[in-house]
């Protein structure tokens, strides 16, 4: 594995070595049917934000589009995803910016160099506690027990979020 693909490069395939025709290198092994559910993500903001609401954000980069950047584990990331799926249904425009996993993105959040971005939830509680990033919403279809006081996107106000995927928004 290599961080920063989104489970991209796992699945690429190789082309074939000998005269053998084993398949078991182009098969996929990321995720799939077999495997659970990937986790809800919870949307965030640097502090420094003028948002509080997954309406407020929206609101934000309606008024300014193109001028709002999120942050994401790499292209194709579920992360990555889960923002698409914020944006189509929506219809905001926020500049995607890649980086090489989840802790890069989230340390540029964490020093204010990126406004937004999903992260998995449990490493991002501290953070909450301690105020460096705020929370709007999570992209599963209930609340999640660990973070009760945040919304779902749902009931923020984007209703047919939680309908669009395994776990998490996409």
Do not use: C
Not at 47 to 61: G, K, R
Not at 106 to 125: N, Q, R, S, Y
């Amino acid at each position: 594995d290599r961080p920063g693909a989104g489970e991209r490069l796992e699945q690429q395939p190789v082309p074939l070595a000998g005269d053998d025709r084993d398949d078991s290198a182009l098969r996929p092994r990321g995720r799939d049917e077999r495997q659970p559910p990937l986790p809800p993500f919870l949307l965030l903001v640097h502090p420094s934000q003028p948002v509080h609401s997954v309406a407020d954000l929206i609101a934000l980069a309606k008024a300014k589009p193109g001028q709002l950047s999120y942050g994401s584990a790499g292209p194709g990331s579920p992360q990555n995803l889960s923002f698409e799926l914020l944006k189509t249904l929506t219809g905001i425009n926020i500049v995607h910016v890649p980086y090489r996993g989840d802790g890069p993105a989230l340390t540029d959040l964490v020093a204010g160099h990126i406004p937004t971005m999903f992260g998995e939830p449990t490493p991002i509680l501290p953070l909450l506690k301690d105020g460096k990033v705020r929370a709007l919403g999570v992209s599963s279809a209930s609340r999640l027990p660990i973070a009760p006081d945040v919304p779902t996107i749902a009931e923020a106000g984007v209703p047919v979020y939680a309908d669009r995927g395994r776990g998490g928004g996409y």
